[in-house]
């Protein structure tokens, strides 16, 4: 005897087939993944034709030897500028820190710094006031466990690298990250510390980190030897997505065709999937070991992290003391900006902003 009568009409099947595709419908989109965004040729194409504007803007510059943008105007004039801090904002919602980074801008020059957001345009966010207004970039939709987040940082890059040739650090900045010291602090600390230290080319902060649990499965995420020739197992790097690199590096990132072509695939292996955190400090370990110090400014706390994602800090945690803790590193500088805090930790920092963070 089967166990299971089968129906005696070929209607039953199609009926319970026909019955179910609006149940699929309705449910698909809540218990099939979401689809991973892929880089479509034309916004491919949209890119290189921003990074070759760069690239060639860069070329023409005459920054002989050094970095640094050139000491003369255009014009030709003999007055000095100072070089200037690009802070590239990559967010998928409304800058919730925006009145405390104001006021971290409101306390220097503003000659000093330029501002860029790249904000995923699917969302819609709070048209960003102050000096932020207008500060909006062209911007692509961005999406985890995809390359997409990857091409949002080079494309924060090459604007800013096109926009203002004073432009020499560039820091990447999430939505959920906040400054650990005042402008001035850590303007004096990326300039100054090197006129100490004559004849040494800047360096970059990023973290770059040769072991790692999981390595092995993330370097196989697109599928098992993709990544070979360009990169090789004990090529590949891990670290933090958060950023602050010198112009020299910025140009080496956008004139990268070699490593994208790997990074830029879907991955397989969506739980494996973290392309941002590889692509930046596997090219610079490859091109520039030297030039790197391995490090982020970037605090982020791992402990009991979920989901790929790290602690994030609520209003009660707030304190003096937690902005003092997390300045502390391993290195030999201190952190200059930490995530993840959720957006109502704005007011408790707001309140310490002059007598604790910015009192340097
Ligand atoms: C920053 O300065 C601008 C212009 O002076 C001012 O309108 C704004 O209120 C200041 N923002 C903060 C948060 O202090
Ligand atoms: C890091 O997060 C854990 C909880 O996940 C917390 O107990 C710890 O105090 C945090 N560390 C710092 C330095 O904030
Ligand atoms: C410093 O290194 C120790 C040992 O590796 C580690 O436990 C600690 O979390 C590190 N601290 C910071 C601030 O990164």
Same mark, same amino acid.
């Given at each position: 005897m089967p166990i299971f009568s089968y129906p005696s009409s070929p209607l039953i099947p199609t009926l319970t087939l026909l019955l179910s595709l609006p149940i699929l419908f309705f449910l698909g989109p809540n218990i099939l993944p979401p689809r991973r965004l892929t880089i479509t040729a034309p916004d491919e194409l949209d890119d290189l034709s921003l990074f070759q504007k760069a690239i060639a803007l860069s070329k023409s510059q005459s920054a002989p030897k050094s970095h640094l943008p050139s000491t003369k105007s255009r014009l030709g004039s003999t007055s000095t500028f100072r070089p200037k801090i690009a802070f590239m904002f990559l967010t998928n !919602?409304?800058?919730?820190f925006q009145p405390l980074w104001e006021v971290f801008f409101n306390k220097t020059q503003p000659n000093l710094y330029n501002i860029y957001i790249h904000a995923d345009p699917s969302i819609r966010i709070k048209p960003p006031t102050g000096v932020f207004a207008d500060k909006i970039i062209p911007s692509k939709r961005t999406q985890r466990s995809s390359p997409t987040l990857i091409s949002a940082a080079r494309r924060l890059l090459a604007t800013a690298m096109l926009d203002d040739p004073l432009n020499a650090y560039f820091a990447l900045i999430s939505q959920h990250c906040i400054p650990l010291h005042s402008f001035n602090y850590l303007y004096g600390f990326l300039f100054d510390i090197h006129k100490l230290r004559k004849n040494l080319d800047y360096l970059s902060y990023i973290e770059i980190l040769s072991e790692s649990e999981f390595l092995w499965d993330r370097y196989n995420a697109r599928g098992e030897n993709v990544m070979t020739p360009e990169v090789h197992f004990d090529q590949f790097r891990v670290g933090s997505q958060f950023f602050t690199l010198t112009r020299r590096h910025a140009l080496k990132v956008i004139e990268d065709r070699r490593l994208w072509r790997k990074f830029k695939l879907p991955c397989i292996n969506v739980e494996s999937c973290y392309p941002e955190e590889h692509y930046f400090p596997t090219l610079l370990s490859m091109e520039d070991p030297n030039g790197c110090t391995k490090y982020t400014l970037t605090r982020v706390n791992w402990t009991d992290s979920v989901n790929g994602h790290p602690h994030t800090y609520y209003p009660p945690e707030v304190s003096p003391q937690l902005i003092h803790t997390l300045r502390e590193?391993? !290195? !030999?500088y201190s952190y200059m900006f930490a995530r993840k805090f959720s957006p109502d930790c704005l007011n408790p920092l707001m309140e310490m902003a002059d007598s604790v963070i910015f009192k340097d």
């Open positions: !919602s409304d800058l919730h590193s391993n !290195s !030999s």
